[in-house]
């Protein structure tokens, strides 16, 4: 072949397309997108013509990029979309150049695509379009519709509500403000349920956009590979962002332009400081299963909690840390293996770790069905036991709740003896629950019924051999929030929530698909509530990422004497004068 004919062809082929191929007809991306929840045109073979705006072809992304009409082919219609994912991995186009694609339409869990694309024709480039406003609070499903492929900007910052897939899959779940449980700040019920729907639609998806689980480096953190020093917490802001909405596996995302601005809204702090007047400190965790195998380093994976003694070693290492920078005279726990008070039993175990001055509570029983049990731990040398201990299992406790354990206290040369309840009630998981411990839709979930059982149990429960004004202070995780029912029981009967009053409803001891509310009470009769000076949540672990827990999958190296996550519950404090 002629010289002159193969540097013509080499000219030719690197054009990057023919004027042919642009000004070939196209079908509207509004068309395409409709105005419903699906694509009018599933399963039809289309051209379409765009600019490119977000690139998702990178290795471990989604394996395509969006494509948005050029303004000047925009059917100014405002409830059209007029963006669309186009699902290829052939090479050509980049943001900002205008491009023509064929291929089939169709959906995919909510997603409206192009598909069987083999090549991409570049036209022109005339940069990327104008984002359009994104009131994430504000915007209703059917506004989303309309934007859901283009390029957006969100107008204020956005509170990150979940970290929950951060490390998993690389998502922030944002909202204008944090949510609340809706049961902690409302009555069960039909505004229960109000509350929760709008929560939903006020939810976005921040995005990292690879499709690929557990992405390193961790993305949207602060630090250098995810350091823990370098947190990132629900409660921290996303500063406004640009990006393509998008609705995928379920949810609204957005796949931003850009790194975003993450603004540090929810420093840690340290615990609260003891109250002057106060001469004892109560301190209650749930301990997120700490058992110890067969407590001579065998015996791994256990039933619950770590699955070898290393990760046991971290998690009574930092369990231990949190608790003691606490200051607790009297420690209260829930979720400690159920296996007896021996030597080598996690109650044994877990005293020795806080220290020579530390003793536990033996309760009536050494076993009872529950794999986990109460416990209650003290410093013998700032109070001491009164009298014997005392295992609630009668009557509501029969079934489904752990053995509520009490035992009298007084400061050491002290008169006067305060009660510590340790009470870990039924959760509100659905397994097994019969007809009548259904969940009612009402927002408690399963058990409520139980769990109001049990409350009123204890609101009527006297210590042995005390009268009426017995100082009783009841201390765990309820499994309720503050407006479900058995925490109102209590109320009814006498008893304080000492939280709610000192600092009102709105606050959090524990995080469920992204929406905080107490779970775990100081609840106060009313003889020792005159006597509470303070009482305090400290936000030491439901606001971090899983990331740091001792358990967590893939995570980077975490120190023993950090501070943060060592359990999935917050501690409550209480300072009192005895």
């Known amino acids: 072949m002629p010289r002159k004919i193969i540097a013509l062809l080499l000219i030719i082929a690197a054009i990057p397309v023919s004027a042919a191929n642009c000004e070939s007809p196209h079908v509207p991306v509004s068309d395409i997108q409709g105005q419903g929840n699906e694509s009018p ?7 379409v013509d765009g600019i490119v705006t977000v690139d998702l072809r990178h290795p471990g992304g989604f394996r ?9 082919e925009q059917d100014n219609d405002d409830s059209t979309s007029e963006g669309l994912f186009i699902h290829t991995t052939a090479n050509g ?19 409206t695509s192009l598909t069987g694309v083999s090549q991409i024709h570049v036209c022109d480039r005339p940069g990327l379009p104008e984002p359009r406003t994104l009131e994430a609070g504000a915007s209703l499903p059917d506004d989303r519709e309309a934007l859901e492929g283009m ?9 990150i509500t979940d970290t929950w897939n951060l490390a998993r899959y690389g998502e922030l779940v944002l909202s204008p403000v944090l949510q609340w449980i809706p049961t902690q700040i409302v009555a069960p019920g039909p505004q229960a349920r109000s509350l929760q729907e709008q929560q939903e639609r006020q939810r976005l998806i921040l995005d990292d956009g690879y499709r690929r689980k557990h992405p390193r480096p961790i993305p949207f953190l602060y630090g250098p590979e995810g350091a823990p020093a370098s947190p990132l917490r629900v409660g921290d802001q996303i500063a406004p962002v640009a990006g393509v909405l998008e609705y995928r596996f379920g949810h609204w995302r957005l796949q931003s332009l850009y790194r975003p601005d993450i603004l540090d809204s929810n420093p840690r702090d340290m615990p609260p400081a003891r109250d002057p007047q106060a001469s004892l400190r109560v301190v209650s965790l749930n301990l997120e299963n700490l058992f110890n195998g067969d407590g001579q380093g065998g015996g791994f994976p256990t039933d619950r909690g770590a699955s070898s003694h290393r990760a046991y070693q971290q998690q009574l290492a930092r369990l231990v840390h949190q608790i003691r920078a606490t200051e607790p005279d009297i420690l209260a726990v829930s979720e400690l293996e159920n296996d007896g008070y021996g030597e080598n039993s996690a109650p044994a175990q877990l005293a020795r770790a806080l220290g020579e001055h530390w003793r536990f509570v033996q309760g009536g029983t050494n076993r009872h069905d529950d794999a986990i049990r109460n416990g209650l731990l003290y410093r013998h040398d700032r109070v001491r036991t009164q009298g014997p201990a005392s295992l609630i299992t009668t009557e509501a406790f029969k079934r489904w709740h752990r053995p509520a354990l009490a035992q009298g206290f007084r400061l050491v040369g002290g008169k006067e003896t305060v009660t510590v309840v340790s009470v870990h009630l039924k959760s509100k998981s659905c397994r097994n629950a019969p007809p009548a411990q259904k969940d009612a839709g009402d927002g408690q979930g399963c058990y409520a019924a139980a769990r109001k059982a049990a409350s009123l149990q204890l609101a009527h429960w006297r210590p ?25 029981a209590l109320a009814n009967a006498g008893y304080t929530d000492l939280i709610a009053h000192f600092h009102g409803l709105e606050q959090q001891t524990f995080r469920y698909h992204g929406r905080q509310g107490t779970l775990d009470y100081h609840v106060a009769n009313e003889p020792l509530r005159e006597q509470v000076r303070a009482s305090h949540i400290w936000s030491v672990n439901a606001e971090e990422p899983r990331l740091w827990a001792y358990d967590a999958e893939n995570a980077p190296p975490v120190p023993d004497d950090f501070l943060w996550r060592a359990s999935d519950h917050n501690p409550v404090i209480t300072d009192i004068s005895l």
Do not use: C, K, W
């Open 64 to 72: 395509g990029f969006y494509l948005q009409q050029a303004l000047a």
């Open 93 to 111: 186009g980049e943001p900002g150049d205008r491009v023509h694609v064929s291929g089939e339409v169709t959906e995919y869990y909510g997603l």
């Open 41 to 47: 045109m599933v399963g039809r073979q289309v051209s």
């Open 151 to 159: 390029l957006v900007q969100t107008v204020a910052p956005l509170t």
């Open 464 to 488: 042995p051999d005390t009268g009426e004004e017995s100082l009783v202070l009841l201390a765990g995780d309820f499994n309720a929030y503050a407006r479900e029912t058995p925490i109102q």
